[in-house]
């Protein structure tokens, strides 16, 4: 079975920082993968995916991941970080093919300081 | 605008009592999935449908948890009863088979005390 690690538990950051978040998964076949975003108080978005491709996937409000299938990763990045952009973030997983559910990890909270 | 509707979004209950939170996918998914958030587990998968069909309920308690979909229209979570660990933020996703990204609803979050 697939999972999901996302090794930094909370982040805090000042606005105009760089931020990337790491992700990584454990599985041996074909992967889709996916960043969710999840304001306070609010139900999880859909920040980026891949499928397959350029590994070097852009998502919505400045977001990118990059796809290192050598590193089972899929660190979300961002060049400048908004104190908007507080909120917390899940790495999710699914199998390519058959049982599509979703596996997230822990998720990252991220805190930006205006 | 397609969206996942979940209803009640918060439900307070007393621990022995039945709890029914529902789903209303969006139209024309064929994909339904429950989750369940804590800060203790995350996010947590309790069962998924395909086609009404429930195709894994490994992560749901059995013998207080169920799931059904009486609909294509309708998903319903029924815990019964309710226990305090039972406390938690429950969402509802669907999703269409050839297109795996899910769609989220905004969660129901039940109190049981």
Redesign the interface.
Known sequence: AQSVSQHNHHVILSEAASLELGCNYSYGGTV?L?W?VQYPG?????LL?Y?SGDPLVKGIKGFEAEFIKSKFSFNLRKPSVQWSDTAEY?CAV?VNFG?????????TRLTIIP | DARVTQTPRHKVTEMGQEVTMRCQPILGHN?V?W?RQTMMQ??E?LA?FRNRAP??DSGMPKDRFSAEMPDATLATLKIQPSEPRDSAVY?C?S?L?QN????????TRLTVV
């Open positions: 889709n996916f969710y609010q139900h999880l978005q859909l995916k499928f899940f699914n049982n599509e559910k979703l596996t997230f990890g822990t998720g | 994909t999935f989750y995350g996010l998968l998924y195709l894994d969402f996703a999703g088979l795996t990204e899910a769609f989220f609803g905004q969660g």
